[in-house]
């Protein structure tokens, strides 16, 4: 049986534009968490050369929280990040970095965070 998966993201229109206006006002790098829904939808189609499953996975944004939540060295606070999990009532689903007249790849910094957040979540 073959698989098959297929990604999407989606977001409302009115937290986009909240996240694209937080990055023009805040003059600087803009840090947060994204809280939202993961669906899963799993199909089997069935042919006569055999089957293929398919699977659907869906990740709807529904918000974005801009929140500091480490230090200037890449340190989390714990107490920061736990009450923003806690305030929102949908599932975390990441956390972004907005950082102005960068390149587009990952820092030592926020790879050092992302670590301990996956540690951090995981408790």
């Given amino acids: 049986m073959e698989k098959d998966k297929t990604l999407r993201l989606t977001t409302p229109g009115v937290s986009l534009a909240l996240c694209f206006s937080e990055q023009l006002v805040s003059g600087g790098d803009v840090y947060g ?5 993961v669906t899963h939808d799993v199909t089997t ?11 659907k996975i869906c990740i709807d944004v529904q918000i974005y929280c801009p929140l500091k ?8 606070h714990e107490d920061v990040f ?6 929102h009532p949908q599932k975390l689903l990441g956390w972004f970095a907005f950082r102005a007249n960068t390149p587009l790849r990952v820092s030592v910094k926020e790879h050092s965070v992302h670590g301990q957040l996956e540690k951090v979540a995981a408790a």
Avoid: M, P, R, W
């Fill in 69 to 76: 939540f480490f230090g200037l060295y890449g340190e989390i």
């Fill in 82 to 87: 736990q009450k923003a999990v806690q305030q």
């Fill in 45 to 55: 189609a069935v042919t006569d050369s055999g089957s293929k499953e398919v699977t």
């Fill in 33 to 37: 968490l994204l809280f939202g829904a």
